[in-house]
């Protein structure tokens, strides 16, 4: 297939949070598109029920919708506690959608992994792709998570499939029946006012649509890779790549311009230095959009000549800096405060039951160790009557930590920014949130 023949494509969890925004970016941009699921959301789309872990069930909606591309999101919830289900539709179901594509002829390949696959419980601070799977695993989610991608970029240039993995941070936005639920029954029992932990840990959260946006970005740009015969020295296109400085991602915190020699405040002083009425207006003048200042860096950079080089050299002359076979961390770029997040989503839910608003409570902040023991009881008292815990050591272990990633490889090599940011789609979510109560959906969380 040419690379300007417009792809069909199938999305394999079509019907789920992330899937049906894939599909709606699809079809607002005028491409085919079908659904393989085990539940139907559609009546406007060509719709295959089946079972993932069945490839010949893959296989057969593969030949009747003709796809080129199959963007693979499906996956159980994380928080169960049935890891068999887990490897059953991640790693079972994964391997026969690689199979399926491969035997029908399908070219594309986009999977759906998670950031979570490096996350072993301690602080990820602005981490890059160059990390490695942990010794121990967090959970059977993440574990799974880590096993289907390696299977699918093993399976990256095997009979003519090419693939790609994305792995996205703490998706959120309107669809959510996770974060936004879990939310909204703390917000519904008047339990705002805990806090487990200093809430000085940074935390990405993205917003659903941008990582849509992501795997369409992914899709595209998915082409057989060029392999270099030199491999001591960056081609043109990776010096490209590499060397143009990246405007800042600024959705919520609006433009900061960063005081220069030309462009500053003034501050106080005896006599006005030479130019003082250009300096100060320029300061004042709208953000450039884009910087002028020189890409630094150092031979540890993930992105510098030395890493790029040898990377490319222990992958036999295959660049980094392309699509195939390759992964990629998709976040909102905007790390913030683990309990402002919680925060932000609570006050617009105060604008709608402004009622509750006037009902908080002074803020109880608990050590980390604390919760680890209260979690350690409620887990121990849910074993006990047979009930699953909603408070567990693995909820406090995610509120404390740092864990936000560097997604400075899909800025440049997928040519993927951000469009809305932590606050709008916070916005977006609750207003979804708010529609749903008002349709008497308002029990969905106990679903």
Request: one cysteine or more; hydrophobic letters at 40%.
């Amino acid at each position: 297939m040419s690379s300007s023949k417009k792809d069909i494509f199938m999305v394999i969890g079509g019907s789920g949070f992330l899937g049906r925004h894939i599909v709606q970016q699809l079809l607002d941009r005028g491409d085919i598109v079908s659904v393989f699921d085990i539940v139907q959301r559609y009546s406007d789309v060509p719709f295959y029920s089946g079972d993932i872990s069945e490839e010949e069930q893959v296989a057969a909606a593969l030949r009747k919708c003709g796809a080129t591309c199959i963007i693979h999101t499906a996956s159980p919830p994380a928080g169960l506690s049935d890891p068999a289900l887990y490897w059953k539709v991640n790693v079972d179901g994964t391997k026969a959608v690689i199979a399926a594509a491969q035997s029908v002829g399908v070219r594309k390949l986009v999977f759906t992994s998670s950031a979570g696959v490096v996350f072993n419980g301690t602080d990820n601070i602005d981490i890059d792709e160059r990390l490695p799977f942990p010794d121990k695993p967090m959970d059977a989610y993440n574990e799974s998570k880590a096993k289907a991608e390696e299977a699918v970029l093993a399976a990256n240039g095997v009979n003519g499939l090419l693939t790609v993995a994305l792995r996205p941070a703490g998706i959120f936005g309107p669809g959510d029946r996770q974060v936004m639920a879990g939310l909204y029954q703390v917000y519904e029992r008047g339990q705002t006012h805990f806090q487990i932990g200093d809430n000085n840990n940074l935390f990405d959260w993205t917003y659903v649509g941008n990582v849509a946006y992501a795997h369409l970005l992914a899709a595209d740009k998915l082409q057989e890779p060029v392999v270099a015969t030199d491999c001591s020295k960056l081609s043109p296109q990776e010096e490209a790549i590499i060397s143009y400085p990246l405007p800042s991602i600024e959705h919520t915190t609006r433009g900061q311009r960063i005081p220069t020699s030309e462009a500053r405040p003034l501050g106080p002083y005896v006599t006005p230095p030479p130019n003082a009425d250009k300096i100060l207006a320029a300061f004042t003048q709208p953000v450039p959009p884009k910087s002028n200042r020189p890409v630094v860096r150092s031979r540890f950079d993930a992105l510098s000549d030395t890493s790029v080089l040898r990377m490319k050299a222990a992958a036999n002359g295959t660049s980094p800096l392309q699509v195939a076979g390759e992964v990629f961390f998709i976040t909102n770029g905007e790390p913030c405060y683990f309990w402002d997040f919680m925060r932000m989503v609570w006050h617009r839910l105060d604008s709608i039951f402004p009622e509750k608003r006037a009902q908080k409570k002074r803020a109880i902040v608990l050590p980390r160790v604390v919760g680890m023991a209260a979690a350690t009881a409620s887990e121990w008292v849910g074993w006990l009557i047979g009930k699953e815990p909603t408070f567990t050591r693995f909820k406090v272990t995610f509120s404390c930590v740092n864990r936000w990633h560097n997604i400075e490889k899909a800025r440049r090599v997928l040519g993927y920014e951000p469009i809305v940011g932590v606050e709008e789609g916070v916005g977006r979510m609750v207003e979804w949130w708010q529609a749903e109560y008002a349709a008497g959906n308002h029990k969905i969380a106990h679903k």
